[in-house]
């Protein structure tokens, strides 16, 4: 639970400074894309932004009412949304030669990353729910 509450709750909306979107990727557009996303009763809404990272993460409080892992689901289900929205968006700023595969690569390691920090989430939430 340390390693969790070290984690800063979200990053400054401004990438890097730094010629591409990500390394070996594209100029830096004038205004990166974000992404949105929802879970399918939209209790869960979230943002990717423009580094291709989760950047928000919103849930209803109705959501709460339901085990971690139907939580877990229903933000997978946002996250993946807003990834593909992202990448949707991201398509049209790199036209060049090869710009699927950066982008689905890329997309592999956010959602890598996602997976990693949700069942993170599932643990400390199930700890908190076993303490009530």
Known sequence: MDDFRKRPARRDATPADSASVWPGGPAAPDSPPTGR?????GNVQVTIGTDGLVDTVKIDPRALRQDAQALGELTR?????????????????????????????????????YSHRMEEIN??????MRNR
């Open 37 to 41: 996303g929802a879970s399918d009763n």
């Open 77 to 113: 289900q946002a996250v993946r949304e807003a990834q593909q929205d992202w990448f949707g968006r991201l398509a049209e700023h790199d036209p060049a030669p090869g710009s699927e595969d950066r982008l689905r690569t890329k997309l592999e390691e956010i959602h890598a990353e």
């Open 123 to 128: 643990r400390v939430i199930a700890g908190l």
